[in-house]
């Protein structure tokens, strides 16, 4: 039955990605940091349990926003839109907190100079922590807020617009973060004569300028355009095989070809190099 379909594929997509990823990445993170001598045990933890408490309750009652596919009250809509919106709150502050931490390198080297030991070895993936929080911030919170009110997820449920949602909030904060994770780890078992530190910083700006090209030129417009069709000709239409095979589709797929060179030859391959 698609009711019953529906209800469990939205409902375990939000629950991995909303509640459980979220929260993983927070600690994951927090974890990082600590490590590195950026914030204390303390600090760490306390950030942790406010976050399972934010995106956990946020998140599992969020999941109804979606609801209404499947005839459920509009009391539960309108809660679950409403705790889904909430879930910016704290990628904000993790945000505000990111452009802060990223001079913490920094300011570390500067106190290790005076007692005259200023190495910090862990720029790159440090590098890829701060494109964590940036694609929460954008990719998951700004680009997920504007379509998860169920005024707006009516109309464009399933478009490019949700797409485009993923796009950026799966390989912005998932990749980034597995990248990081693949970076810190390997920081240790490659010695300094083998680790290059240029090749590594282009493949973090090629692959997130590479995603951002995709978003720009291709994801976020078609979704735009989609959204109008379906409110003027109909739901049926902007999903048909017609619009898909229509010029304004086609046309700004192929300008997604610019985003994907730039993340694959210069995000994909110096990484695997």
Known sequence: NFVVADFWRWCTIHMWVEAFFELFTTI?????????????????????????????????????????????????????????????????????EAWRFRHLPQTTLAQLKERGTATFGLGDAFLFLVGVNFWNFFGAGVLGFAINLPIVNYYQHGTYLTVNHGHA??????????????????????????????????????????????????????????????????????????????SVFQSLTWLRGIGVLVFVAGGVLPLVW
């Open 169 to 246: 909030a799966l390989f912005g904060v998932y990749g980034n973060l597995a990248i990081a994770t693949m970076l810190f780890c390997s920081r240790w078992n490659v010695g300094p004569e083998r680790w290059n530190v240029r090749l590594v910083r282009t493949s973090f700006w090629s692959l997130n300028i590479g995603l951002g090209l995709m978003v720009v030129l291709d994801l976020f417009p078609v979704g735009v355009h989609q959204l109008s069709v379906a409110m003027t000709d109909g739901y049926a239409a902007a999903r048909s095989q017609a619009y898909l095979d229509g």
């Open 28 to 96: 994951i993170v927090a974890y990082f940091l600590y490590l590195m001598g950026f914030v204390s045990h303390r600090v760490a933890a306390r950030v942790v349990y406010l976050s399972a408490i934010l995106f956990l309750g946020s998140g599992l009652i969020g999941i109804s926003h979606n609801f209404y596919w499947n005839a459920k009250s509009i009391e539960t809509i309108a809660l679950g839109g409403v705790l889904s919106s909430l879930q910016v709150a704290p990628l904000v502050l993790l945000t505000i």
